[in-house]
């Protein structure tokens, strides 16, 4: 159905000893995206993976990819993730001060851009940006680990980025940390479009059935 929300299982809770099981895991479940979180232990405290990890997962799969970089001086970093092959790039309003200027780097690139706010960033800082975004992305957890419970106050968040949306061009509102069974009809009620999740699709005896469960979040 035409309304589901699209989801993006994170590599972050794969093995990363074999993330080939990962991807293809991921490819069978029919999920839409492949989300990878980039850490540098700098904006949040953990370390991840860097460009070469994306351009090695970007040989494995047609899926696109959506990379959500939680690293401080973002702009230093774009280009190497643009050359690795990503289809989103979406980086954090408190990393940096001339988001827009970024955001035009990644649009001319002809990759797709977004933002990423932490909880306690307010949704009016994006306002002077409905026009450039191709995707929000609201954090619903503070970013830097995986297995963390969903903060129920970001979804009125989402709601707010969503009603600030209505009449400018359509974004993928994504909501990203704790989503699973028990908090996905609230996430998509609120208004996501694109749910992440990484513990509760890598935790699941049948990936595609929890795609499907999270798909089917409003209908059920
Ligand atoms: O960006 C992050 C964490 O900072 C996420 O993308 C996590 O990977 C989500 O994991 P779960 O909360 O779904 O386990
Ligand atoms: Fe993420």
Same mark, same amino acid.
């Given at each position: 159905m035409n309304n589901q929300p699209l989801v993006a299982p994170s590599v972050l809770s794969a093995d990363f000893g074999d993330i080939a099981a990962a991807i293809d895991r991921i490819e069978a479940s029919q999920a839409d995206m492949v989300h990878l979180d980039v850490m540098?232990?700098?904006?949040?405290p953990n370390i991840t993976f860097g460009p070469k990890m994306v351009a090695d997962i970007r040989k494995r799969t047609k899926l696109p990819l959506d990379v959500h970089l939680m690293v401080d001086n973002p702009e230093s970093h774009v280009d190497a993730f643009i050359d690795a092959g990503a289809d989103y790039i979406t980086f954090h309003l408190? %990393?940096?001060?001339h988001a827009h200027r970024l955001i035009q780097r990644i649009r001319d690139a002809k990759v797709k851009a977004g933002i990423s706010l932490v909880?306690?960033?307010? %949704?009016? %800082?994006i306002s002077e940006l409905l026009e450039d975004l191709d995707l929000v992305l609201v954090m619903t957890v503070n970013p830097g680990f995986g297995g963390q419970k969903l903060i129920p106050g970001c979804l009125r968040k989402v709601t707010q980025i969503k009603t600030m949306f209505e009449g400018a061009s359509p974004i993928l509102l994504s909501v990203d940390g704790g989503i699973n069974r028990d908090t996905v009809r609230a996430a998509v009620s609120a208004g996501a479009n694109l749910l992440v999740s990484g513990s509760a699709f890598f935790r699941a005896e049948d990936p595609a059935e929890e795609v499907r469960f999270l798909k089917a979040a409003l209908s059920s």
């Open positions: 540098d232990g700098h904006f949040v408190e %990393a940096v001060t909880p306690s960033t307010p %949704a009016s %800082a």
